[in-house]
C-alpha cells in the first residue's frame, strides 16, 4: 500500500492545471479500457443476448423511436 500512498500524496501536491490535466488524462484512460473490454466481450459473443432482446422487441412493436 506504499505504492498507493505516494501516488495520493504526489496528486495532492498537484498544482489545479497538472491537476486537471491529469484528470482528463484518468478519465481517457478509463475509457479506453472500457472501449476494448466491450470490444472484446462484443468479439466473443458475450453481447449477443443484447442483439436478440433488441430484435424480440422489436418483433412485438415494443421498442420506442427516440
Not at 497538472?18 to 466491450?38: G, L, P, T, V
Request: proline share 0%.
Amino acid at each position: 500500500m506504499e505504492k498507493i500512498e505516494e501516488i495520493e500524496a504526489t496528486i495532492a501536491s498537484l498544482s489545479e492545471e497538472e491537476y486537471s490535466h491529469f484528470r482528463i488524462w484518468f478519465y481517457a484512460r478509463d475509457w479506453e479500457k472500457w472501449d476494448r473490454e466491450i470490444e472484446t466481450d462484443s468479439e466473443s459473443g458475450k453481447l449477443d443476448f443484447l442483439l436478440e432482446d433488441a430484435l424480440t422487441a422489436k418483433g412485438k412493436g415494443n421498442l420506442k423511436e427516440i
